[in-house]
C-alpha cells in the first residue's frame, strides 16, 4: 500500500507499507540516492514473507515524493534527517511497532546512522547495506584513488555550474538538487559529514552511537568497497561489520543484489537481529 505523510517543512513524503500476517519487527528502509522505491520490491518481499512489516520511504525527487523542479530545489540531508523521519517515525505502524530496525542502502544507510546520531529517530537498530565513506582514499591503488577524486570533482563542478546535479544524464545518482550533492560531496572530500545550513556536530555524535549497528559490504560491489565501510563504521563508534558473498554464478554490484540476492543480504541481518 503507497501512502504519504506531511513532513515537518510541508513536504509530502510518499511510502510503502508491507504488512505480513504476523511478526514483531518492523523494517524502515531508506533507499540509495537517485533510487527510487520500486526498484526494492523483490528485497521487500522477501522480508514480508520472514514476518517483517516494512516501511519504505521514498527520498525527495523520486515517483512517491515528487517535487516540482528540482532543480531549484534546496533540501539536503538535514531536511530528510528533521523532517522527513521524523514523520514517519511518528506513523501508527512505527511508533507502535514492539521492535523497529532503521535499514539503509548506500546514502539510506548514512542517513539513517547520522539519524539515529542526532536523536531525531530512535530505532532499536540500524543497520547500513553498502554503505561506506565515499572519500577517494578507500580506493585501493593509485588508479582508482585518481578515478575517485576525478568524479568527486566533476560532481562539485557541474553542480555548482548548473545549480543542480544532472545525474539522470551523467549516470550517477539522477537528477538531485545542489543542496543533496554538497552534502555528498563534503563528505567524499574530507572524510566527514558537515550538512549545509545545519550546525549539528553530526562526527561527534557518530562516535557517540550506543545504539546496535551493523554495516554490510556486499562482494562484487564497485562504488563501496570493504575499506569504504570500515573507515565509516570506525566513525560510527566502531560499528560492527559483516561481508555479503555472492552466490555460485550470481554477479552483483552496487545496486543489482536488491534483485538478484535479496534473501542472501537478509539472511545475516535476520541472524544479528537474533542477537541484539
Known amino acids: 500500500m503507497n501512502s504519504t505523510v506531511r513532513a515537518a517543512d510541508g513536504h509530502l513524503i510518499g511510502y510503502e507499507i508491507r504488512r505480513p500476517g504476523e511478526g514483531d519487527t518492523t523494517v524502515v528502509f531508506l533507499p540509495a540516492l537517485g533510487v527510487p522505491l520500486g526498484y526494492y520490491a523483490r528485497l521487500f518481499d522477501v522480508w514480508s514473507a520472514a514476518g517483517r512489516t516494512v516501511v519504505g520511504v521514498e527520498h525527495r525527487g523520486q515517483p512517491l515524493s515528487p517535487i516540482a523542479g528540482v532543480r531549484r530545489g534546496r533540501f539536503g540531508y538535514s531536511d530528510i534527517i528533521r523532517a522527513d523521519l521524523p514523520a514517519v517515525f511518528a506513523l501508527p505502524e512505527v511508533s507502535e511497532a514492539r521492535r523497529t530496525v532503521l535499514i539503509g542502502h548506500s546514502m539510506g544507510g548514512a542517513l539513517a546512522l547520522l539519524a539515529t546520531a542526532a536523536g531525531t529517530v530512535t530505532p532499536d537498530a540500524v543497520v547500513t547495506i553498502a554503505t561506506g565513506t565515499s572519500r577517494c582514499a578507500a580506493e585501493f591503488g593509485p588508479r582508482r584513488r585518481v578515478q575517485r577524486y576525478a568524479s568527486i570533482r566533476v560532481v562539485r563542478t557541474v553542480t555548482r555550474a548548473l545549480g543542480y546535479w544532472p545525474g539522470h544524464r551523467l549516470g550517477f545518482a539522477g537528477r538531485q538538487p545542489s543542496t543533496v550533492m554538497r552534502d555528498w560531496a563534503y563528505e567524499a572530500s574530507h572524510g566527514r559529514f558537515r550538512l549545509h545550513g545545519d550546525p549539528f556536530d553530526y562526527e561527534a555524535a557518530l562516535s557517540e552511537l550506543t545504539t546496535p549497528r551493523l554495516m554490510l559490504d556486499i562482494e562484487g560491489d564497485d562504488l563501496i568497497n570493504p575499506r569504504a565501510v ?26 543489482t543484489w536488491a534483485r538478484r540476492m535479496p534473501a542472501e543480504v537478509t539472511a545475516p541481518i535476520d541472524e544479528w537481529l537474533a542477537t541484539v
Request: net charge positive; glycine share 4%; aromatic share 4%.
Open 230 to 255: 570500515a573507515l565509516l563504521a570506525k566513525r560510527a563508534a566502531k560499528a560492527e561489520r559483516m561481508r555479503v558473498r555472492t552466490t555460485d554464478g550470481v554477479r552483483v554490484d552496487h545496486f
